[in-house]
């Protein structure tokens, strides 16, 4: 019985110890779940675009899609949301958001981290905060938008990326939906036996970045979540700085059902058209 019982010591250990290397060494593939192929493109919806390549390094590039509002402002004083994906999929799985930002107004570039789509490379968290800086040059240096006219937009994983780029450059707004406080907490979340702080080669720690800034902030997430717990969304709001709002949603992680749900789209546009009121 002794040995039996070391025996089965052993292999309990042995295969922590397995999961624990490989949720180390393999944390790349756990975090990031691009796609190469386009679901759809804007021309099947006649959506007028411009498809962006933006140099990221002296050999890559990382790919995006410019849409323009329909409307008569010039390029400089018109808002033009900068939209930052999650971890799956690629931008033609984000045109359902790119058709709401052009009805409320706004122009928005949609683009692609390195390994997405048709963007040269692989994903990091480095990489994702430096690809989303590039967009936003490209937005300043060739269109001539001014900074007071960008609104950062980012969705789950892409709230952390928007978060970080909100600290290094000035902007009029910030959205955070559907997002996490840390990948700490996801980490601890998703595989609560095992010593996760020590695991993590990611930080993607928007709970300590977000109350530094000072830009207005649009935090929204879905009480249906599945993924991502509706309380780290109140813990993202409660550490903003007014002037801020929270809406809550409804529907799962990756349904957008809230597209159409009035509450969200006011405040949405509020906060684009630089009218966003301070939490009551």
Avoid at 49 to 56: C, P
Avoid at 221 to 242: C, K, T, Y
């Amino acid at each position: 019985m002794t040995r039996m019982l070391l025996w089965s010591v052993i292999v309990v250990a042995g295969a922590l110890l397995f999961i624990c290397v490989t949720l180390y060494f393999y944390q790349t593939k756990l975090v990031f779940y691009p796609t190469r192929e386009f679901a759809i493109t804007p021309s099947q919806l006649q959506l007028p675009y411009e498809d962006v390549y933006i140099n990221v390094t002296a050999k890559e590039r990382i790919h995006s899609w410019y849409f323009p509002a329909n409307n008569p402002d010039s390029v400089k004083d018109r808002p033009v949301v900068l939209f930052c994906h999650g971890n799956a999929g690629n931008i033609s799985h984000r045109l359902e958001t790119a058709e709401l930002i052009l009805h409320l107004g706004a122009s928005i570039l949609l683009f692609d981290y390195r390994g997405y789509g048709k963007s040269d490379g692989s994903p990091s968290e480095e990489n994702v905060y430096t690809d989303a800086k590039a967009c936003y040059n490209w937005l300043v240096e060739q269109k001539g938008v001014r900074p007071e006219n960008i609104i950062l937009f980012g969705r789950s994983l892409g709230g952390a990326v928007a978060i970080e780029l909100a600290r290094r450059v000035k902007c009029s707004g910030l959205v955070v939906e559907s997002s996490f406080t840390s990948a700490a907490e996801m980490g601890k979340k998703m595989f609560p036996l095992f010593p996760i702080k020590y695991l993590l080669r990611y930080k993607f720690d928007s709970i300590r970045k977000i109350g530094a800034l000072t830009c207005p902030v649009l935090v929204t997430h879905s009480l249906d979540d599945e993924i991502i717990p509706f309380e780290m969304g109140r813990q993202l709001f409660a550490v903003a700085n007014d002037p801020k709002q929270f809406v809550t949603l409804r529907g799962g992680h990756n349904e957008w059902e809230y597209f159409a749900d009035t509450a969200y789209t006011c405040v949405l546009s509020d906060l684009i058209h630089g009218r966003l009121s301070p939490s009551r």
